[in-house]
């Protein structure tokens, strides 16, 4: 699975921003998606992830409630809204792949990522 990540950007405290996933692969739809990010430290956060099927979705309790995680199988993308943005959501984000089920938010549980796309949040 081959992921590309685009949207971020400048955005001033309690704007909203909204990042997209593109993937390419025939299997999609096997796949988990989540959303992390870098910590200062060089870990990578995990934000929010969603099933395969779209039903399910968990999120970290630093963004439950401003972050909405969404996916697309038909048109393999995934979504992630943040809204009421703070500056301590700067950050470069990732989106990223699992094979198989579940809604992990741990970096190493999985296997595909992208580049990653800036966001920052300042005025």
């Known amino acids: 699975l081959q992921l590309v990540e685009s949207g971020g950007g400048l955005v001033q405290p309690g704007g909203s921003l909204r990042l997209s996933c593109a993937a390419s692969?025939?299997?999609?739809?096997?796949?988990?998606m989540g959303w992390f990010r870098q910590t200062p430290e060089g870990a990578r956060e995990g934000v929010a992830s969603?099933?395969?099927?779209?039903?399910?979705?968990n999120y970290a309790d630093s963004v439950r409630g401003r972050f909405t995680i969404s996916r697309d199988n038909d048109n393999k993308t995934a979504t992630l809204q943040m809204t009421n943005l703070k500056p301590e959501d700067t950050s470069v984000y990732y989106c990223?792949?699992?094979w198989g089920g579940g809604l992990s938010l741990l970096s190493w549980e999985y296997d595909s990522w992208g580049q990653g796309t800036q966001v920052t949040v300042s005025s």
């Open positions: 990223a792949g699992r």
């Open positions: 692969g025939f299997t999609y739809d096997f796949y988990t």
């Open positions: 969603i099933a395969g099927t779209g039903a399910n979705t």
